[in-house]
């Protein structure tokens, strides 16, 4: 029986075309983990994994893991970004404010 963390990682898996194999790869687990996370009610997925499957996914952990469905996908996209984005050198942050100010001109 999938759980609502199983859900969201297939929805998204499946949205980023990736095939089990692919997401196992690109988030250094196995594809019988990914599958048992889809499809089973593991007892304790661990944090260390769950994050890195979040990252490749393009969300946060936290959108995973929320039974409530409170956090949108929307949401947890801009998050991750904006993680992404505060970790970054300020020579890349300036390159990305410019090409959003480009971009903001075709309004």
Do not use: Q
């Not at 196995?30 to 089973?40: A, F, G, M, T």
């Amino acid at each position: 029986m999938a759980t609502p963390l199983g859900e969201k990682i297939r929805d998204l898996r499946k949205a980023k075309g990736y095939t089990l194999d692919r997401l196992a790869e690109l988030s250094d687990s196995s594809k019988s983990y990914i599958w048992e996370l889809e499809n089973k009610n593991p007892p304790r997925p661990s944090a260390e994994k769950i994050g890195k499957i979040a990252a490749v996914l393009g969300v946060t952990a936290d959108y995973l893991i929320d039974p409530t469905d409170a956090i949108k996908v929307e949401d947890a996209t801009d998050n991750a970004f904006f993680r992404k984005y505060r970790e970054m050198d300020p020579t890349t942050k300036e390159k990305i404010r410019r090409m959003l100010d480009v971009l903001g001109d075709d309004e």
